[in-house]
């Protein structure tokens, strides 16, 4: 026997007489059921009914009062793109007293972004190689409020 294979067997060993010492007990309960039947109200009797009610994704309730035609166009260049995974989401925020939109980035690494009520960007407060973002907004998930779901991408 290899030196290694007989360490491992005897390990394992070691092992198992210690769990053994403990004083662990199994049982498997005997008594019979409450009821006196096994088919009684303590055990449903399978049907081949189907239990599961389908029902259609419910389109998300965005928040589509009063969008800039900005970012109409930029959902529009979205939808117009093949579908992300993840699907892209832009929330309306309160931002240092403005209203901002914030676009969620499609994958990893990548910037998502701020943008001001004008469409103009102000800054991506996360992604990027560290995560952290482009550091010009570093306080904006401390600071946003008043969280609204403008768009998502529906696909």
Request: with cysteine; proline share 9%; aromatic share 8%.
């Amino acid at each position: 026997m290899r030196p290694t294979l007989f360490f491992a067997v005897s390990s394992a060993a070691l092992l198992l007489t210690g769990a053994c010492q403990r004083g662990v007990a199994v049982t498997t309960p005997t008594d019979a059921p409450v009821s006196g039947s096994v088919s009684g109200p303590d055990t449903p009797n399978p049907t081949s009914a189907n239990t599961t009610n389908l029902t259609r994704n419910r389109p998300a309730a965005f928040d589509t009062t009063a969008r800039p035609r900005w970012l109409e166009a930029r959902i529009q260049s979205h939808l117009a793109e093949p579908k992300l995974n993840p699907p892209i989401h832009i929330y309306r925020y309160r931002y240092n007293g403005e209203a901002v939109y914030f676009e969620t980035a499609p994958c990893c690494d990548q910037f998502s972004t701020v943008y001001d009520a004008k469409g103009k960007v102000l800054c991506h407060p996360d992604g990027g190689i560290t995560g952290r973002g482009d550091g010009n907004c570093a306080d904006f998930t401390k600071k946003r409020t008043a969280e609204m779901l403008v768009w998502q991408d529906p696909r």
